[in-house]
């Protein structure tokens, strides 16, 4: 089996988990559904720990797949940013166990900004499958 193809399947669970727990945090604040903040806080620890994971598939695939010389940019550019997001994630899924309740507001937003960052990375990875056929072509 060809390691760096890890990554790939990895990388799908964080995104889902992720946007999906802040849709329930989103519907949990306009509707105040029973279930909905619960929801979305495991679907955030579970998000998490899958980017996590993602991330350090990231990091033994850029070791193992064939190397592309022109998407190295983009490369490192999705690494970077996979690596801050994995990051954000952790801070929030630490600051939502330890202060449950502390600074709302403020958690909302380092949330959206987290998932926007989520987002681009997510982008930058289908780029280099897509656009440069970084695993895919040898």
């Given amino acids: 089996m060809k390691i760096y193809l890890l990554h790939p399947l990895a990388v799908h669970f964080p995104i889902a988990l992720l946007?999906?727990?802040l849709f329930f945090k989103v519907g949990d604040l306009l509707f105040?559904?029973?279930?909905w903040g619960k929801t979305s806080t495991?679907?955030?620890f579970?998000?998490?720990l899958a980017a996590v994971i993602a991330a350090g598939l990231g990091l033994l695939a850029e070791e193992t797949v064939p190397h592309v010389p022109d998407a190295w940019e983009y490369l490192?550019?999705?690494?970077r940013l996979g690596l801050v997001t994995?990051?954000?994630?952790?801070?929030?899924s630490v600051w939502r166990f330890f202060f449950t309740d502390r600074w709302p507001k403020a958690?909302?937003?380092?949330?959206?900004?987290?998932?926007?960052?989520?987002?681009?990375?997510?982008?930058?990875?289908?780029?280099?499958?897509?656009q440069f056929g970084v695993g895919y072509h040898q």
Avoid at 32 to 35: C, L, V, Y
Avoid at 86 to 92: I, M, N, P, Q
């Fill in 107 to 130: 958690f909302f937003w380092v949330w959206i900004l987290a998932s926007v960052v989520l987002i681009v990375t997510a982008y930058f990875g289908g780029e280099l499958v897509f």
């Fill in 19 to 21: 946007l999906t727990a």
């Fill in 86 to 92: 994995a990051g954000l994630f952790s801070v929030l």
């Fill in 32 to 35: 105040k559904k029973e279930g």
């Fill in 76 to 79: 490192y550019t999705h690494k």
């Fill in 42 to 44: 495991t679907l955030l």
């Fill in 46 to 48: 579970l998000g998490t």
